[in-house]
């Protein structure tokens, strides 16, 4: 059996996505690692404790468990994360020496790559890597990042034997931004858990959340922060034509900027004069945000950048029309004007003008989401672990990549 060790060091898995830096990446990590085990392989995630009542190890099912590795204050933020990698590293090194070794290093992010690029050097490893996001990626949406970041993932990536993208767009983006890497790229698309994310009843919905059957409603759903723009939602929805409309936004304040964030859009709401026609819901269970996605009538993507964009899909296999950024694997996604409408610039009044439209017209918008639900079906867990288990093959079976 291969063993594969999954590095995940800010932020865990079994956390909450939508609360403080989980989101879409702990979906990534659990959903996926679940997979690969059903598939007959031996995990094991490491990610770094965040409470001092956390047990070492979590079994989670069989062939899959996750390690708590102590690194750190465990209320570090996460801007100084950088400063106990090495701390992490060794913790995982330690852990995979004294439970007889691995195959495979996997990394989630930058910071997990740098550890994982320490442990193969160590251990003699292949690293496979996959980023979520790019700092280069995110500057050109206006996220500038540090960079020490940018040095730190220019390195991983001169030293990685294979990187993880999820989709031809963000493989065109990562090939412009930063070349031909020594390592292999490969295309692996997250999946969508059909079980729970398939399209039901909006009046259902609508009576299970308490929200109105008899008015138009638009979803938001992820972090609180400036990457995501809620502040075009919100603009959006002023602008809408049915003054009925209501914006239900899920999810909670995330990173530095967060409850700045949250202020900012607050003092938006009040200024635009909708504080009335916008619902704010904590952050949900993974598996009940899709009675929120079945509820609403459209939902609104309006990232700066998007590596995938775990909820479009959602809303997609949920048979909801999107509206989203034309920006990374959005553009995948979202097909213009058959699942949804995709917004170049990112413009309240060209969003507006698209939801409008949706709203306007149930029987098209009903004819959207259907087609969105069909597209989704094509999106599999068991699929993406499939692609994965032919990387990890392949760099188990060739000379490792070395530093350049």
Known sequence: ??????????????????????????????????????AGLDCTTYTRAWRPDLPRVVNVEPNHRVVHVEAGDFDLPKNDLVSVVDVFAEGVRDHILETGGTDVLHGNYWLSGIAG??????????????????????????????VSREDAESSI????????VSCTEEERQFRSLYGIPPGTIEIVAPGVEQAFFAPGE???????????????????????????????????????????????????????????????????IESLGVVDRVDFVAPQAHHMLSTYYRAADVVIVPSRSESFGLVALEAAACGV????????????????????????????DVFASHVDRILSHPVQAAAMGARAAENARRYTWSFAAARLRRAYADVTSRNRILCR
């Open 117 to 146: 690029h320490r442990v193969k050097h160590e251990l003699n490893l292949p690293l496979v890597m996959t980023f979520h996001t790019f700092s280069r990626v995110k500057a050109q949406g206006g996220d500038p990042e540090p």
């Open 321 to 348: 029309p999107v509206v989203a950024s034309g920006v990374g694997g959005l553009i995948t996604i979202v097909e213009d004007g058959v699942t949804g409408h995709l917004v170049a610039d990112r413009s309240p």
């Open 1 to 38: 059996m291969k063993r594969v060790s999954i590095l995940s060091l800010h932020t865990s898995p079994l956390a909450q996505p939508g609360v403080g830096d989980g989101g879409g990446m702990n979906v990534y990590v659990r959903e996926l690692v679940s997979a690969l085990a059903h």
């Open 202 to 268: 909006k009046r259902g919905a609508r009576h299970a959340l308490r929200l109105p059957v008899d008015v138009p409603v638009m979803l938001f759903v992820g972090r609180i922060q400036p990457l995501k723009g809620l502040d075009v939602a919100v603009e959006t929805l002023a602008r809408l034509a049915d003054r009925r409309a209501r914006l239900v936004v899920v999810g909670g304040a995330s990173g530095n900027e967060g409850e700045s964030e949250v202020a900012r859009i607050r003092s938006l």
């Open 157 to 164: 990536i001169g030293c990685t034997d294979a990187i993880c």
